[in-house]
Structure formats: C-alpha cells, structure tokens
C-alpha cells in the first residue's frame, strides 16, 4: 500500500456501526436522523428525478450545478453580508466530507503544520496527514475547577493557542458547533483566533456543517465575517446536516478565488461532480429558506427548536442512569461524563489496550444493551463519551463512544 494511507485502516465508524449491529443496539454516534427530511425537500427530490428535465439525470457542471451555485451565493452572500461569486467562491462536492479532503489536499504540503482543536471530528487527522502534513494539537479545555455542565465551559486558552503558530504553520481547523462537545464558539473567541490567523499569514478550514442546530438562543457566527478573514478561510456546509437528509451527500467549500480554485483542481481531478438531481433538490431546499428568511415557517427556524427538546429528554435520560451531561449548545451531539459510574471493564475484550471510553461503550453495548432496551428510547444522535481533562489526547480527539444504550 502507499505510504500515506499507512496507520489509517481502524476507523472509528466502521467498527462502531459493526458493533451496533451486531448487538442490535441503536447507534447514536453516527450522526444522522431517525426521521425524514422536510417534505419540502423531500418533494423537490421527486420532481427532480420524476419530472420532464432529463437532464437532470445527466452530468452538470463540474464545480456545482448551477441552480444550487446560484442560490448558495445569493443565501450565504445575504448571510455573511458580502458578494458572493457562484461560480469562483463555492465548490460543491460530495458531502461536507470531500470538501475537507479537497480542502486539505490542495493547501495543505509536505511538513505543512495543521492545527486541530481538540475534541475534533476524526477525519481531520487522516486527511492532513494524507496531504503529507502534520497535525498540531491544542484542546479545549474546562474553564474552572468546578463541574463543565455546558459545552460553553469549555475554552481555548489564548497563550497556548498562540504557542501552537509556528512558521510552519499552514492552517487551524475551527468546527463550529463542535463535534462532539457540542460547543458554539463566541464572536470574541473566534476573534482570538482570526488574530493568530492574520497575524501569521494561516488558513482557517471552518466546519459549520451544523451551522443551524444552534440551542438556547446561542448565535453561530461564521469567522469568514471578522474584518480581513474572508481572504484566510475556507468554509465548509453540509446540505446532508442542514436538511436532516445526510445521505443525499452534498457539501460544499466556500471562500476566495485564490484559495477556492485549488480546492476545484483537486476535484476535478477525483470526483468531478456529484450527483446532479440531489444538487437540484438541495437548491430548492435554499430557494424555499430565501423565501422564508426569518419567518415562523422557516426550518432553519423550526428545526433546532425540534432537537432541543430531544436534547433535553436525552439528558434527562442519561442522568436517571448515571451519566453527566455536558450541555452542548449546538450539533447532534452530546458528551457525557461516566466517572461516577465507575463500571468494572475486568473482562471486557482488549483491556487496558484502548482508551478508557471505547472500552467502556463496547462494554455497554454487550452488558447493558438487552437490559435497557425498553427502558431509553432514542431521542437524539449522540454520543457518549468519557469525561477527560484533555491531558490524554487519545482519549478526547475521538469520537469514539458512538453507541448508547437504548
Ligand atoms: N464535519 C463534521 C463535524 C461532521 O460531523 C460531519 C458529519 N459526519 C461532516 C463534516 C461530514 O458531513 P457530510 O455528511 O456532509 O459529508
Ligand atoms: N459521525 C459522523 C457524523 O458526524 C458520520 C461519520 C461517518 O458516517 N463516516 O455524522
């Protein structure tokens, strides 16, 4: 095999969704909905394939079919308040997932450095160093000593953020809300970082795929926004997660010509384009939230009220067993701290050779799993993952405790 796919073969999601399976447990670590997209959407897919246009079951346009390009641009460009051109700023591409690899592929050389923030989501990690770079780690950390009850406990602390820019620094990856703490990075906190952006010429690779599930009335702001870094970032969306339909597959990257372009080599290069009625149907998704900007019958609007009550009942649930929720302001997910729990995993298969919480989930999900299974039904896509002051890295850079007890 080549050389830069050396050490990547375990994945986290292959594994757990095996497990699952095999022990018939819901998987709530993948992160998808156990319902349907909005009619609307659902609707305009049907059109799309049903409908007179045959050619909407051929090839478009490489970097993004036009109608979704168009309505993009004119939806992000009221948003972020700025001109956005549909066909040099938006690279469209097979989810938010091959937007990141396009992204990193075509900045990201040979002994560039990468900043993750950890807890992040796991590709990351073998993307960069796919591009031949290597991953420079900073966590997030509890703000006091007292209990983190909220993702919004959890903070970057500035001097060690800025110890981690070098002169070989090429980039800071921001997801925002986090996956999997769930986190909603404030104006100021973002500021902190765009500073270090400007101030040593690096990249910003921003995941917003869950830009709308926002809770509690807390605001996603995008870093593209702050004065001067629309020429330093990348950022990345996911109609999959904005529309509840993540297996549609259709992301996208966002930026300026200069750093977008490279991104539209390396996918014309693999994918060339993804499968057009889906864009098609996406683009009315947008076209029908234009519409409804700001008003009552908005999804964007709806939708986050929806997960935030499933997110209260998914809490209230993992305390009556045990668990303590850290809060997550935004995202499917949630964290849960299992120290009280204090589980004895003697006999659990591969002791001591992985970290504490994917031994801890793989024994829940061969103990506790029949045992519970009429007890917690599933309310969210979460995870459930060992509390851990980020000292151990391999314990909190995953997102590993992906299946939960139903
Ligand atoms: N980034 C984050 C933070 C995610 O949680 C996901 C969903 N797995 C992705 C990117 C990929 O999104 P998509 O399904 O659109 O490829
Ligand atoms: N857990 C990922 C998400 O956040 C999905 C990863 C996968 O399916 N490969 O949705």
Known sequence: HARRIEGMEKNIWLEFTQLAADCKAVNLGQGFPDFSPPDFVKKAFVQATEGEDFILHQYTRAFGHPALVKILSRFFGKIMGR??????????????????????????????????????????????????????????????????????????????????????????????????????????????????????????????????????????VKIATLPGMWEHTITIGSAGKTFSATGWKVGWAMGPDHLLKHAQTVHQNCVYHCATAAQEAVAHGFQRELDYFGKPESYFLQFPRQLQQKRSRLAQSLLAVGMQPI?????????????????????????????????????????????????VPVWLQSQCLPFTVPSTRRTLKTTSGSVLLR
């Open 327 to 375: 809060m997550p302001e935004g995202g499917y997910f949630l964290i849960a701290d299992i120290s009280t729990l204090k589980a004895d995993l003697q006999d659990s298969s591969d002791a001591n050779q992985e970290p504490y919480d994917y031994r801890f989930v793989k024994w829940m999900i061969k103990n506790k799993v029949s045992a519970y299974s009429k007890q």
């Open 83 to 220: 001109q956005i051109d549909p066909l040099g700023n938006i690279l469209v591409t097979v989810g938010a997932y091959e937007a990141l690899f396009c992204t990193f592929q075509a900045l990201v050389d040979e002994g560039d450095e990468v900043i993750l923030i950890e807890p992040f989501f796991d590709c990351y990690e073998p993307m960069v160093k796919m591009a031949g770079g290597h991953a420079v780690y900073v966590p997030l950390r509890p703000v006091s000593t007292g209990a983190a009850l909220s993702s919004s406990d959890w903070v970057l602390d500035p001097e060690e953020l800025a110890s981690k820019f070098t002169k070989h620094t090429k980039a800071i990856v921001l997801n925002t809300p986090n996956n999997p703490l769930g986190k909603v990075y404030k104006r100021e906190e973002l500021q902190v970082i765009a500073d270090l952006c400007v101030k040593h010429g690096a990249l910003c690779i921003s995941d917003e795929v869950y830009e709308w599930h926002v809770y509690d009335g807390a605001e996603h």
